[in-house]
């Protein structure tokens, strides 16, 4: 079992920056982690990801050239820069320990391909 725990969230204006964090406990070994997000009113939608051997990452369009994961030992980091009023969500760690030859660019999207989560963390972003 792997345990999640996010941390780092907040309240900022449009256009400034926030860091979210997410320390990973238990069985560590994850070949992916990964953060989504909800919305009030929304489904859950894929932000970044990034493999844990070599550090390949993924990013939704959306937080393209202005979101960054990266990881460090059992921990993975999103620094969310320029960040706008809709990136206001709920934003969740995942991680898998599935073999990594079974993803791919798009299953790596997929939150049905995920098996452990965090609580959440809350971003809020004013106009």
């Known amino acids: 079992q792997v345990q999640l725990v996010e941390s780092g969230g907040g309240l900022v204006q449009a256009g400034g920056s926030l860091r979210l964090s997410c320390a990973a406990s238990?069985?560590?070994?994850?070949?992916?982690m990964a953060w989504f997000r909800q919305a009030p009113g929304k489904g859950r939608e894929f932000v970044a990801a990034?493999?844990?051997?070599?550090?390949t990452t993924y990013y939704a369009d959306s937080v393209k050239g202005r979101f960054t994961i990266s990881r460090d030992n059992a921990k993975n980091t999103l620094q969310m820069n320029r960040l706008k009023p809709e990136d206001t969500a709920v934003y969740y760690c995942?991680?898998?320990?599935?073999?990594?030859?079974?993803?791919?660019?798009?299953?790596?999207?997929?939150?049905?391909?995920?098996?452990?989560w965090g609580q959440g963390t809350q971003v809020t972003v004013s106009s």
């Open positions: 995942a991680a898998t320990s599935r073999p990594e030859w079974t993803y791919s660019s798009v299953t790596i999207r997929d939150m049905g391909r995920y098996d452990y």
């Open positions: 238990g069985r560590t070994f994850s070949s992916y």
């Open positions: 990034i493999r844990w051997s070599g550090g």
